[in-house]
């Protein structure tokens, strides 16, 4: 994968975690940056588990699939792999089990907990940002409490679709392929016949 398609990807990821602190931020009413840092429960688990969410929420997928494209089955549930890897963009941004956290413009993932630096909002991002911002919505609507909903919760729910469920028993950690994804069946998703495995 190129760099630019990398970076692109950063700071797609930046972008929905940023529009993802704010919903949480008005859900529970926080009133400051320090508040939020104190009481949120963003882990590395959940924050790895949200992109696919917003993926699966989605009932545009096509254009999203261009941004988002290499999702596996981890023990934990669906999570994109090129966020999760500590070789992308010359450790910009990195993600390991031992020692997490980001190095981000916008916020820190220290001792497994997600430290918020700023809520300015940018617009590099200008050809996803209004996909994403429809995924949110969908989410919204479907699931109101979704923002919190903790790490566990979250995981059980990710492992509920049959794409987790298919490749992490035959092709654990192999790349989901495309035409899955898109036809994967979810109980976020904006379509009404998508239904949970569950």
């Not at 508040?35 to 429960?41: L, R």
């Not at 688990?45 to 929420?57: E, M, S």
């Not at 190095?103 to 209004?130: A, C, G, P, Q």
């Not at 979704?146 to 492992?159: A, K, M």
Request: proline share 2%; hydrophobic share 40%.
């Amino acid at each position: 994968m190129s760099t630019n398609t990398i970076n692109t990807k950063i700071k797609a990821f930046e972008f929905i975690m940023i529009e993802l602190i704010n919903w949480y931020i008005e859900e529970n009413k926080i009133i400051s940056i320090d508040e939020f840092n104190k009481t949120n429960d963003f882990s590395w688990k959940k924050v790895l588990l949200f992109p696919y969410f917003i993926f699966a929420a989605n009932g545009k997928r096509e254009k999203l699939v261009e941004l988002l494209d290499s999702f596996i089955a981890d023990d934990f549930g669906i999570i994109e792999e090129d966020l999760s890897q500590e070789r992308i963009a010359t450790n910009l941004f990195v993600f390991n089990n031992l020692s997490t956290f980001i190095n981000s413009n916008f916020f820190d993932l220290k001792d497994k907990k997600l430290i918020l630096r700023d809520r300015e909002r940018f617009d590099d991002i200008i050809d996803y940002k209004e996909i994403i911002y429809h995924s949110i919505d969908v989410l919204k609507r479907n699931n109101i409490f979704f923002i919190n909903l903790d790490p566990e919760t979250l995981s059980f729910y990710s492992q509920r679709h049959l794409a987790w469920q298919v490749f992490y028993i035959k092709n654990k950690e192999s790349e989901i392929p495309k035409e899955i994804l898109l036809k994967e069946k979810s109980i976020f998703s904006e379509k009404t016949e998508y239904m949970c495995y569950a």
